[in-house]
């Protein structure tokens, strides 16, 4: 059967989501479907400021509740402020979504430590320090909440170019379970979702070769959607995975379900 759109989500009206680096591709449709399901959402971006705003306002003009914040997600103080700006806009926050990153194409031998930190930093710190802040004010609020991180399939399977990026992601997977850990007993579940090849605009141009791979190798023989990487966001921030947490939600049209060989 042909995939055909989703047109239902769980129901997220009043409640507040944070998405992270929602000015890149993957972002905006996670946002999106947010959007879509009810939920009040604040845009993050560090420098894709037309962007964001972009998209909030287009959540605003089809009667969403939107809004758009600049921070530097590798700077503690600058990440509480984020987490007080979304508190003080919408009164509160349910979801946080930690899709933030960077995904450089470098050889290991060549790469030096300044550009190693500065991939980790990106993915992985910003996961921890927007995770502790968002935290913070779930458990103030008394109710409990909702976790995503972004990970990526490569934190299990690595590629070439990406040793700094792989070991950021399985940072990023494995901190999800670990937190899933320390804040169930506040009521907050903790969770990562792992993208495989997700389509963007010009990369059948820029990479035809991946994707011709790419897609013989998918059981389901296309690209994922960002609005793929929104609806598994969406589904484990709903009362639908009250009872999952610490799980690693795997989006790659099935390439990690096929034979290395």
């Not at 959007?35 to 009040?40: I, T």
């Amino acid at each position: 059967m042909a995939d055909a759109p989703v047109t239902g989500l769980p129901d997220l009206t009043g409640t507040v989501t944070l998405v992270t680096g929602a000015g890149g591709n993957i972002g905006a449709g996670i946002a999106r479907r947010f959007a879509a399901a009810g939920s009040a959402v604040v845009a993050h971006y560090w420098s894709s400021a037309d962007r964001a705003r972009r998209l909030a306002t287009g959540i605003r003009a089809e009667g969403g509740r939107a809004s758009w914040e600049q921070a530097d997600l590798r700077d503690p103080v600058a990440v509480d402020r984020l987490l007080e700006a979304v508190v003080g806009t919408f009164g509160r926050i349910d979801v946080l979504v930690n899709n933030a990153g960077v995904q450089p194409v470098e050889p290991l031998p060549e790469m030096d430590f300044d550009r190693w930190r500065e991939v980790v930093a990106a993915n992985a710190h910003s996961t921890f320090l927007a995770t502790r802040a968002a935290a913070r004010h779930m458990i103030e609020q008394g109710d409990g909440g909702s976790v995503i991180s972004i990970a990526s399939i490569e934190a299990v399977h690595p590629a070439v170019g990406h040793a700094h990026y792989s070991a950021a992601k399985a940072a990023v997977r494995i901190h999800a379970r670990a937190a899933a850990v320390e804040y169930g007993p506040h009521g907050i579940r903790v969770n990562s979702v792992s993208p495989g090849l997700v389509t963007r605009e010009g990369i059948e141009r820029d990479w035809p070769e991946g994707v011709r791979r790419w897609r013989a190798s998918a059981p389901l023989t296309r690209l994922g959607t960002p609005e793929d990487v929104g609806n598994a966001c969406v589904f484990l921030a709903s009362p639908l995975a009250s009872w999952i947490t610490g799980h690693d939600l795997v989006v790659d049209g099935g390439v990690s379900a096929g034979s290395a060989w």
